[in-house]
């Protein structure tokens, strides 16, 4: 309740909205513990599912509290969401739940739900993304960790946000890192008159190999060539160069990227 006339009450705290599988608005409310279907022209509700005024009969276990991110998860009346069960604690753990909603019938049910094995509780955030392979991507918000399941319920990768951090959602995609800045060459003599060199790219995700160029004349050769290996790929050269250039190249072989001749250290 408010308690005082000039302080904000947020009796609502609307946290998600989506494209419902009708083309309206799917609209989740952590503060009444429900979530809105809303008539994206007119915005009038037209249905509200959970809370202290659910048009849907919920059955055993639907009932949510403190949710977030309530998705559509089929076009069949499936809503998937983040229960997190706090704050202050309903449940001694958050979960992520599925639940099927008979607009007909009015009914709701519980079609699938799992916990973490740690029994974590989240006292805000979160959020769980379907990904293509069916399984479940689970950020536990204020923790912070953020973890996989599988078709069965089952934890297939667990991990945490450095300490002092947390994450309001987290969505798992395939990341390529294309840098704008070129490779690094970085060469050197040994003692022993070979030359060791250093191929650089921070940020670059695609490099599979690199090539060692001898840059002291043209047209430049290949003298040596390794695996990616790192931030920093050390290659050895069984001879002394005056000036290198590294090459990255993709699985496929392909050139991406190389740098500019640089002088070899003495």
Do not use: C
């Amino acid at each position: 309740m408010p308690t005082s006339p000039t302080a904000a009450w947020d009796y609502f705290h609307l946290n998600a909205i989506s494209i419902d599988e009708d083309g309206n608005l799917l609209v989740g409310a952590r503060n009444t513990w429900a979530a809105y279907r809303i008539d994206r022209h007119s915005g009038a509700v037209l249905w509200r599912l959970a809370g202290t005024k659910s048009d849907f009969v919920l059955g055993p276990n639907v009932a949510f509290a403190w949710q977030h991110n309530p998705t559509v998860a089929d076009d069949h009346g499936l809503i998937r969401i983040f229960d997190n069960e706090a704050s202050p604690s309903v449940l001694p753990y958050s979960r992520v739940i599925w639940v099927r909603h008979d607009d007909r019938r009015k009914t709701a049910t519980l079609e699938r739900w799992f916990k973490h094995p740690d029994n974590l509780q989240a006292g805000s955030q979160g959020n769980a993304e379907a990904l293509d392979n069916g399984d479940t991507f689970v950020d536990w918000g204020a923790l912070p960790r953020f973890s996989e399941f599988d078709r069965n319920n089952n934890l297939v990768f667990d991990a945490a946000f450095p300490t002092g951090y947390n994450s309001y959602r987290a969505y798992r995609y395939v990341w390529i890192g294309e840098p704008e800045t070129l490779p690094t060459a970085i060469g050197a003599i040994t003692a022993n008159g070979d030359t060791t060199v250093h191929a650089i790219w921070n940020g670059a995700t695609e490099v599979a190999t690199w090539d060692v160029l001898d840059a002291s004349g043209r047209p430049e050769a290949r003298v040596a060539q390794g695996a990616w290996n790192g931030y920093d790929t050390t290659l050895q050269v069984s001879e002394p160069l005056s000036s290198v250039v590294v090459v990255a190249r993709d699985q496929r072989g392909f050139e991406i990227g190389r740098s500019v001749a640089t002088a070899v250290t003495q």
